[in-house]
């Protein structure tokens, strides 16, 4: 079980320095004032906005729809200004795509703010977020007893493939639509938990 809130590393572009933020439970109504309510208030296009697959997200419904599921978790990454610079919906009881009868974790939603895009906003206002999210999924599938396994659909851009390839996960499957199912096998998975320390 991950103890939060929990203090983790990003990275500010603006001081081009190491900053903490809190790693903490997303609930709705922190959702409904520091995600739907801000994080497309910034100034970008509105075609370079529905290029986002997520711009048409809304986190305190998402969050609402599995409020009373225990198996559901929603996490975010807020900066010491209070805002939310990242978020997290996962599910801990998924079944492994590559290790046959083997539990791990799924992430349905995660997705970093815009204004931390460097895509969208040149420079962004922080580095490290979608990083520091997924990094608790494995860190709390391992807890779990589920051996940091951690596995997710990715929306169909280079961007979004490149970020989890980087990070070792595994194509499982892909679509016609573009849509990739990854997965961080075990071992993969310790390995980067004993080089950030965790075990």
Not at 35 to 64: C, F, M, N, Q, Y
């Amino acid at each position: 079980m991950l103890v939060l809130p929990d203090d983790i590393t990003i990275f500010d572009c603006e001081r081009q320095a190491p900053v903490r933020a809190k790693l903490v439970r997303l609930n709705r109504e922190l959702a409904a004032k520091e995600v739907d309510g801000t994080w497309w208030k910034i100034p970008v296009s509105k075609r370079a906005r529905e290029a986002e697959g997520d711009h048409h997200w809304e986190w305190r419904k998402l969050i609402g729809l599995h409020r009373s599921e225990l198996v559901w978790e929603a996490l975010a990454v807020q900066s010491t200004r209070g805002g939310v610079e990242g978020a997290s919906l996962y599910r801990v009881d998924a079944i492994s795509q590559i290790e046959s009868g083997e539990g791990a974790v799924f992430i349905d939603r995660l997705a970093v703010a815009p204004s931390n895009r460097p895509w969208l906003v040149n420079p962004p206002k922080y580095k490290g977020i979608g990083t520091a999210l997924l990094l608790a999924a494995v860190r709390h599938s391992y807890s779990l007893g589920l051996g940091g396994r951690v596995w997710l659909t990715s929306l169909p851009t280079e961007r979004t493939r490149d970020f989890y390839r980087k990070r070792g996960f595994r194509v499982i499957f892909e679509d016609e639509n573009g849509m990739i199912d990854f997965e961080l096998p075990t071992g993969v998975a310790q390995q980067w938990l004993e080089r950030e320390g965790y075990l």
